[in-house]
């Protein structure tokens, strides 16, 4: 449908794509600057000690610690592979300054010895902090499970230890023989010139006794830590308070999740729907770092990262329903838990590849908002059957208004939303304008009296270097900007449907932000970065069927914003009301009651398959 597009680009792509290399260029040149001037400090500086040159010494020091801190990560790691790792470098640096006050210091006085004493016992306290320390966290963050909305007093979970003390920890720990090397190497400095004056140079040794101290008041602090969380390494007694809580709240339904911290979205967007639904629903994830970056919620949480432990969670037993909002490989463990009939509610409907994957398949039910996303499973024929795809609407719309702050007279100027999406995993998809076309759309804006907001997908930059580019351009452009005040939108507030709220038209890219805007009637504009000719691009993305279109060259950009400034030019106000219903479903019933329906329809043939196969016994109305 619309042809193949693989092969052509926009020029400003073009140009996108040379960049790449020369970027890539740029930081594999820095890393090579950054790695030998780390590594031409250290012979430097045994060199000026045996020499010795104290005053080049000084010198030197400094200019290592300071290569060590701009030392990119990857050139680090390579170093440790090379057995030039952190705590090798460090010791030379040490051992260094040992060897100058050695060739220096007359008559070998008590605090050199205290000094090399103090470097020891440095490494050895380190150690033993580090060992704490990994001890103390995989107590408190690597627990078998980890729940949010669950009372568990019984297991008497203590407050965990402040980040920063378990963080501090292995080579982060080097840097405080600072204390002891910067004042040696300068009391060095002094000695070299002849002077009696010894006061920097038992600095050094009072300097490694900070260090020693400081690591000494964090071992103590760990000790206690570790005491008080001894009884959190029972991990049966943590799992079966968890089991025990879930199976008395008998969830019917669970909300099931995987994926990086910055995927939480994918899931948070569900989170107020399932709320207001009547059936009890639990959230399972499976990944640690999603039980913060999930976003608030009274639903109760629990994260089981462990598929052996998953497995053998008698608490799911009586789970009927499992929504899943994204496709991924750990949703298999959820799966193929008897009994339970598994339904793919996605993250979005849009046009973009990601919403018919062949994987969805997989589920017994496949869920979509409206008509255009049961068109779009059987024009891609990709084995997801008609009958499993149920028209349920969008709830999570309801709170989005068709009207603006400029459109009620409380704003001076007009807002355009730009909401780009994320570059993908494939440069060939065309989807992005971020990195052809962001900076050059915002700054057109700019030179415009309208009100900038920029929402970037949560993603942007993830993968690619050219779209870490394009965004810090774009926030150099409205942070540069003067006059109105424009507004730059990287974390979770405002919200992406307030931000549709503020809007009164929308500059974006093909997603699911697109169809979700339809449901506002506000006017938007997609960007067509392949310069597909118009009708062949509404032809093979329908969520652009009330669009209007801007090509790589913004050319149409001053007449759109003329039309939709000008009373009854707005020449596509027919075609969005019309896609509303296509894209979105009809707004009667209420789009949550025709989800709770469905949730319920779900539940109820899940109990008719169980019955079917003798599980009745662990359906949760036969607990009741």
């Known amino acids: 449908m619309g042809g193949n597009i693989k092969g052509r680009r926009a020029p400003n792509a073009l140009v996108a794509l040379v960049r790449r290399p020369a970027l890539r260029s740029l930081a594999a040149g820095r890393r090579g600057v950054f790695t030998a001037l780390t590594l031409a400090s250290y012979p430097a500086l045994l060199a000026a000690a045996v020499w010795p040159l104290p005053a080049t010494f000084a010198v030197l020091v400094p200019l290592s610690y ?50 090399a004493a103090g470097l020891f016992l440095f490494h050895g306290l380190r150690a033993v902090q580090t060992w704490l320390a990994e001890h103390v966290d995989r107590r408190h963050n690597q627990m078998p499970v980890v729940t949010r909305n669950i009372d568990l007093p019984a297991l008497r979970i203590p407050p965990a230890p402040p980040q920063a003390l378990l963080t501090w920890r292995g080579a982060r720990l080097l840097l405080l023989d600072a204390l002891a090397v910067v004042p040696a190497a300068a009391g060095a400095a002094g000695l070299g010139t002849g002077l009696r004056w010894t006061g920097l140079g038992w600095m050094g040794a009072a300097g490694a006794a900070v260090a020693l101290a400081l690591e000494a008041a964090a071992v103590a602090a760990l000790l206690a830590h570790a005491r008080r969380a001894r009884h959190l390494g029972d991990r049966r007694r943590l799992l ?32 107020g729907t399932l709320e207001r639904i009547t059936p009890r629903t639990l959230v399972v994830l499976r990944d640690r770092p999603l039980v913060t970056a999930l976003g608030a919620t009274t639903l109760p949480v629990v994260c089981i990262p462990s598929s052996v432990d998953l497995m053998n ?9 499992a929504l899943f ?28 590849e990601a919403s018919f994957n062949p994987y969805t398949k997989v589920y017994d039910e496949v869920w979509v908002a409206g008509p255009a996303g049961r068109d779009r499973y059987l024009r891609a024929q990709v084995g997801v059957r008609d009958e499993a795809v149920e ?65 970037p997908h949560p993603l942007t930059g993830h993968r690619s270097p050219a779209a870490r580019a394009a965004h810090r351009k774009i926030m150099a452009l409205l942070s540069e900007s003067t006059g109105i005040p424009h507004l730059a939108v990287t974390g979770r507030e405002p919200s992406l449907y307030e931000c549709f709220n503020e809007a009164d038209v929308m500059v974006s890219d093909i997603s699911s932000v697109v169809s979700d805007f339809v449901a506002s009637g506000k006017p938007y504009v997609v960007a067509n970065v392949a310069d597909l000719p118009p009708d062949r691009f509404r ?18 950009l001053p007449d759109i914003l003329r039309r939709l400034g000008a009373p009854g030019e707005d020449d596509m106000a027919a075609a969005r009301r019309a896609l509303r219903a296509y894209l979105l479903g009809a707004d009667h019933p209420d789009p949550l009651a025709r989800f709770e329906e469905a949730v319920r329809r779900a539940v109820a043939r899940a109990e008719a398959r169980a019955r079917s196969l003798g599980l009745e016994a662990l359906a949760p109305s036969a607990r009741d």
Request: hydrophobic share 50%; net charge positive; aromatic share 10%.
């Open 313 to 321: 969670f008698r608490a799911l037993d009586g789970v009927r329903v």
């Open 66 to 115: 300071a290569a060590e801190a701009a030392l990119p990560g990857r050139a680090a790691g390579a170093l440790s592979r090379a057995h030039l790792g952190a705590t090798v470098r460090f010791l030379s640096r040490e051992t260094a300054a040992v060897v100058l006050l050695a060739r220096l210091a007359p008559g070998r006085p008590w605090w050199f010895a205290a000094l």
């Open 240 to 271: 079966a308070a968890v089991d025990d809580w879930i199976t008395a709240y008998r969830p019917e339904v669970v909300m099931y999740f995987s994926g990086s911290a910055t995927s939480a979205y994918q899931a948070t967007m569900w989170l």
């Open 539 to 556: 032809e093979r993305y329908p969520a652009a069927g009330a669009a209007y279109l801007l090509g790589p060259d913004l050319a149409e």
């Open 325 to 352: 909002p994204a496709n991924v490989g750990n949703n298999i463990h959820m799966l193929r838990v008897p009994g339970v009939r598994s339904v793919f509610i996605g993250h979005g409907d849009s046009d973009k």
């Open 391 to 455: 028209e349920v609407g969008r709830p999570q719309l309801a709170g989005v208004l068709r009207t603006s702050p400029y459109a009620e007279g409380a704003a001076p100027y007009r807002t355009v939303l730009y909401a780009p999406t994320w570059e993908g995993w494939s440069d060939d998809l065309f989807h992005s304008s971020l990195v052809a076309m962001g900076p050059a759309i915002v700054r057109a804006l700019l030179g415009r009296p309208v009100r900038v907001i920029y929402k």
